[in-house]
Structure formats: C-alpha cells, structure tokens
C-alpha cells in the first residue's frame, strides 16, 4: 500500500511539472511572437547599414576616394588585443542555447591567445556572465539586465568603451559573439568582426551601380562618427536577435519537458496500476488462505 502511495506522489509531482512547463511554453510562444517582429524589421534596416559600411570600404579601398584614412579599416595583421562581447540569457530553461556562445566565445580566445594576443571579454547576460566568473576568467564589464530587455541607449554606452579603446589604439579589434534567430525552431551562432571594418572579401574588379557619393570634404571625424553609429547598432541588434533566439529556444525546451513529463505520466500510471493489481491479488490469496484455514 505505501508503494502505490508513492507511485500516487510520483504522478502527482510529474503533472504538476507537465502544468509549469507547458505554461511556460505558452508564455515563450507569446514572447517569440513579439521578438521576433522586431527582429523582423530591426533586420532590414542592419543588413542596410552593414551594406552601405561595406560600400564605403571598397570606395577607400579601391578608389582611394577624397583620400581618406580611418582606422576603421585598417589592415592589422597581428592584432596585440583585442575585445570579446557576448550575449547570452539572463534565464535559463532554454536547452543548449547560452552554452553554444559560452563554447563559441572558449574557441576564439583559444585562437587569439595561439596568436599571443590579449583579449578582453565584456559579457551581456546572467548565465554567460556566472560561467565565466565561475571559471575564474575575468570580465572587464558585464550587465545583467540588457539581454531580457533591449535598449538602444544602454546598449550603446555599453560597446562605447569598447569603440573609443579601438580608436584610441588600446586595442586592435572588436567581436560580437551571440545566438541568433533563424526562425522557430533554429538558432543561428553569429561572430561578428565588427571593428575594424573587413576588408579582405572586397573585389576592386566588381562594377557596381550606386548612388553612395563619397566627396574630399567627407573628412575622417565624420567617418568615424559614422562607424560608431555602425557599430553601436550591431550592438542592439545582437541584442534583439539574441532575446528571440532564447523565447525559440526555451518554447522548444518547455515543449520537449513537457512531451517527457507526459510520457513519464503514462509510464507512471501503468506501474501504478500493476501495483494495485498485485495488492489486490495477495489480498484476495490471504482471503482465501484464510477461509481454507477455518474449515
């Protein structure tokens, strides 16, 4: 009798887990649709800017236009240091999502530091944050509450420092590292080279039709102003990318909780019901044990 008690306690315990879980589902699913119409139209206007970025970088590339020079594009080739940013969730539930960055971010400080360069990480997110302090490798800057709610302003002084180092020469390079959203059921892992500006792809041989004018009064500050509000964009989006790609994340996570918490479930109630059948079986045996025994 208390095994079935128990195996009743077990049923009870797994249900209510199925109820949060499914809630929770619920509750992403309803995130993931707002995330992701923001990300939705936040990408269009990145991958335009990234375009006309690129465009000007070819213009001083191959054009050599107004004669311009901006560390923006410079071609460092050994880089002395340079900085790391990561987003990741500031929750968790949400499957292999936060240690695909954490595993991404691991892998580029391992090939920098074969290349004898210093790096500096700055980590945006709870869970990327608390795994790096664990591991005692130091943080330069963190927040805690920027992934979960996107804000322009923050997220701008929070990368500025990062900028000015690179314009100052303190540093040789900026990268964005984030999981990203692909669409409801995949995550995409990103790491963005966003400063300098990457030459290297560039084919002065290409013809192409533009109406990007670039004149000799378009001195290097202007540039550089411009670059910054480049960057600091990319920043908000990794940002806005990154929330939709959890919300995707965690509804699959609560939805495969929730599947294997039915399953449990049913396993239960089958172990459940063999258990009163064998109770009532030796019941009914001492019943009749019991009645031969009196004759």
């Given at each position: 009798?208390?095994?079935?008690?128990?195996i009743?306690?077990?049923i009870?315990?797994?249900?209510?887990?199925?109820?949060?879980?499914r809630?929770m589902?619920?509750?992403?699913?309803?995130k993931?649709r707002?995330?992701?119409?923001?990300?939705t139209r936040?990408r269009?206007f990145a991958?335009?800017?990234?375009?006309?970025i690129?465009?000007?970088?070819?213009?001083?590339?191959?054009?050599?236009v107004?004669?311009?020079?901006?560390?923006?594009?410079a071609?460092?080739?050994?880089?002395k240091?340079?900085?790391?940013?990561?987003?990741?969730?500031?929750?968790?539930?949400?499957?292999?999502?936060?240690?695909q960055?954490?595993?991404?971010?691991?892998?580029?400080?391992?090939?920098?530091?074969?290349?004898k360069?210093k790096?500096?990480i700055?980590?945006?997110?709870?869970?990327?944050?608390e795994f790096?302090k664990?591991?005692?490798?130091?943080l330069?800057?963190?927040?805690?509450?920027?992934?979960?709610?996107?804000?322009?302003q923050r997220?701008?002084?929070?990368i500025?420092?990062?900028?000015e180092?690179?314009?100052?020469?303190?540093?040789?390079?900026?990268?964005?590292?984030?999981?990203?959203y692909?669409?409801a059921?995949t995550?995409?892992?990103?790491?963005?080279?966003v400063l300098p500006?990457?030459?290297?792809?560039?084919d002065?041989?290409?013809?192409?039709?533009s109406?990007?004018?670039?004149?000799?009064?378009?001195?290097?500050?202007?540039?550089?102003?411009?670059?910054?509000?480049?960057v600091?964009?990319n920043?908000?989006?990794?940002?806005?990318?990154?929330?939709?790609?959890?919300?995707?994340?965690?509804?699959?996570?609560?939805?495969?909780?929730?599947?294997?918490?039915?399953e449990m479930?049913?396993?239960?109630?089958?172990?459940?019901?063999?258990?009163?059948?064998?109770?009532?079986?030796t019941?009914?045996?001492?019943?009749?044990?019991?009645?031969?025994?009196?004759?």
């Amino acid at each position: 009798m208390a095994n079935l008690k128990e195996i009743q306690r077990q049923i009870k315990s797994v249900s209510n887990t199925q109820k949060t879980t499914r809630a929770m589902k619920l509750v992403s699913t309803a995130k993931l649709r707002r995330a992701q119409e923001l990300a939705t139209r936040s990408r269009l206007f990145a991958e335009k800017t990234n375009q006309v970025i690129a465009e000007i970088a070819m213009r001083i590339k191959c054009q050599k236009v107004g004669g311009i020079e901006s560390r923006a594009f410079a071609d460092i080739v050994a880089p002395k240091m340079v900085d790391i940013i990561f987003v990741t969730a500031d929750k968790g539930l949400c499957g292999g999502f936060n240690m695909q960055t954490i595993k991404a971010v691991r892998k580029l400080m391992d090939e920098f530091k074969e290349k004898k360069t210093k790096v500096r990480i700055r980590g945006v997110g709870k869970k990327g944050i608390e795994f790096f302090k664990y591991n005692e490798i130091e943080l330069l800057d963190e927040v805690k509450d920027l992934s979960s709610a996107p804000d322009m302003q923050r997220s701008a002084e929070f990368i500025r420092t990062s900028i000015e180092d690179y314009y100052d020469g303190k540093i040789d390079g900026v990268h964005i590292i984030y999981n990203g959203y692909k669409n409801a059921l995949t995550q995409e892992l990103h790491v963005n080279h966003v400063l300098p500006v990457n030459v290297d792809n560039i084919d002065c041989n290409e013809t192409k039709q533009s109406m990007l004018e670039i004149e000799a009064e378009d001195n290097e500050k202007m540039l550089n102003s411009l670059i910054e509000k480049y960057v600091e964009y990319n920043m908000y989006y990794a940002l806005i990318d990154s929330v939709a790609a959890e919300h995707s994340a965690r509804m699959q996570a609560m939805d495969a909780a929730t599947n294997n918490a039915q399953e449990m479930v049913k396993t239960l109630n089958v172990k459940f019901n063999k258990a009163r059948q064998e109770a009532i079986t030796t019941e009914l045996i001492e019943i009749i044990s019991g009645v031969e025994s009196m004759k």
